[in-house]
């Protein structure tokens, strides 16, 4: 029975980002926003900002009635995204990163003789001072040693900014009986209010049931996992297997053109195409959607194409049957457009090619990949790709490569 996991999230990170980068700012209440317009809203702010009543999703009008002073600075996602990856190089000097939970958390596994409580926090003390020293001296950290990842992240959660939390199997259940059902991760509003119909009103009494209560109330084996979490057992949640790999994008005014959705179309298939041969599958299907603009005051049904790929790892496979099912889609002006691969075989099953061609295709798309990791992901790309760079967003649970350059400074190259 020891400490297993070390989460670490970063406190207000975008903010302080930017109060990293500027001295302006530090010390300054500071509002993160994608867009500088009243009706917009706060994505990040200080702790300067936090103690004047502004919060995450506050809009602006409301922040600067509340906080006069807030400096409301554009968000910068891909300067988050350089910080996000030097964060991780830093950390790795001290543990090795296990989950990569979102741009500003991740958690690291404790080898055996790192896990008695003075040595484990002996080192979340050396990296958070690492940080600090070699990542950015305004940036802080929170961070929580526990037997399992939830526990952690609680302890994590526990003490901000900058704190530094144990919670051991002899802390349990005591440590968090002062949480609220919410405070735990994975409990929202849905769940606490199935949890209060089932007469579990604190987590005091959820750690007070019994097993088949929880998973009664869960309604399967999750429950039974809160049970063992709760007590600072680990387990496993047996991965599923993914069935598809798709992304989908909002056209902006300027790209909603036959020309401009097609390049959109193709990134995102190429995209698509990258992520999947990341994570080893071999798509069977290729499925295209494009839903149009309003006609007349009313949407025209979405339109939705599916191809059969056989088993395809390629970009130029996929990008071919996508230029077969673009042009069937009806003449309408494209507002969202949707590329997913579907019907994913998992490469111990999947049938490799036959025919040294396709083979040399999949060689080729995997290099790209490589060098796409390395130089930036518009590193190099499709010719017909080209001026159809689509904004970079951060998404929940995963961290896109940081660009490195932009397609002039690199002098991208154009392939396929
Ligand atoms: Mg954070």
């Not at 502004?54 to 506050?58: E, N, P, Y």
């Given at each position: 029975m020891a400490l297993r996991l070390l989460f670490l999230d970063m406190n207000a990170y975008f903010a302080s980002v930017e109060q990293q980068d500027n001295?302006?700012?530090?010390?300054r209440p500071v509002g993160v926003v994608?867009?500088?317009?009243?009706?917009s809203c706060c994505i990040a702010c200080s702790y300067e900002a936090r103690a004047a009543g502004?919060?995450?999703?506050?809009r602006v009008s409301e922040a600067r009635r509340r906080c006069p002073g807030i400096a409301l600075v554009r968000a910068r996602p891909e300067r988050y995204i350089e910080i996000h990856h030097r964060i991780v190089a830093t950390v790795e000097k001290h543990l090795p990163v296990e989950?990569?939970?979102?741009v500003d958390e991740m958690s690291c596994r404790l080898m055996r003789n790192e896990r008695e409580p003075a040595d484990a926090v002996a080192i979340a003390r050396r990296m958070k001072q690492a940080i600090y020293d070699g990542?950015?001296?305004?940036l802080r950290c929170s961070v929580g040693l526990a037997p399992n990842v939830l526990l952690a992240k609680v302890a994590c959660e526990?003490?901000?900014?900058?704190g530094l939390t144990v919670i051991d199997h002899?802390?349990?259940?005591g440590a968090l009986?002062?949480?609220?059902?919410?405070?735990?991760?994975?409990?929202?509003r849905r769940m606490e209010a199935r949890l209060r119909a089932a007469g579990v009103e604190t987590v005091a009494d959820l750690c007070a049931r019994p097993k088949a209560d929880l998973r009664r109330i869960w309604g399967g084996i999750v429950g039974e996992r809160w049970w063992h979490w709760l007590r600072g057992d680990e387990t496993y949640l047996a991965p599923t297997r993914r069935r598809c790999v798709g992304h989908e994008h909002v056209l902006p005014p300027h790209l909603r053109t036959d020309h401009g959705a097609w390049g959109v179309a193709l990134h995102l298939a190429c995209r698509a195409a990258m992520r999947m041969r990341k994570l080893r599958y071999w798509a069977t299907h290729l499925h295209l959607f494009v839903r149009p603009m309003k006609e007349n005051g009313v949407f025209p049904p979405l339109w939705e194409g599916k191809a059969r790929l056989g088993s395809v790892q390629d970009t130029p496979a996929i990008v071919e049957k996508l230029r077969t099912l673009w042009a069937q889609r009806p003449p309408r002006r494209p507002m969202i457009v949707g590329v997913s691969l579907t019907g994913l075989i998992p490469d111990r099953s999947a049938t490799r090619p036959l025919f040294p061609g396709e083979r040399r295709r999949v060689e080729l798309s995997r290099a790209v990949d490589t060098i796409n990791e390395r130089h930036g992901p518009n590193a190099v790309y499709f010719?017909?790709?080209?001026?159809m760079a689509v904004p970079l967003r951060i998404p929940f649970g995963g961290v896109p490569e940081v660009?490195?350059?932009t397609h002039a400074d690199l002098g991208s190259t154009a392939a396929g």
């Open positions: 001295p302006d700012l530090r010390g994608p867009v500088d317009v009243d009706s502004v919060r995450t999703g506050t989950t990569v939970h979102s990542v950015g001296g305004h526990m003490h901000k900014p900058d002899g802390d349990l259940p009986h002062h949480l609220a059902l919410r405070d735990l991760p994975g409990i929202a010719g017909s790709m080209h001026g660009p490195r350059a």
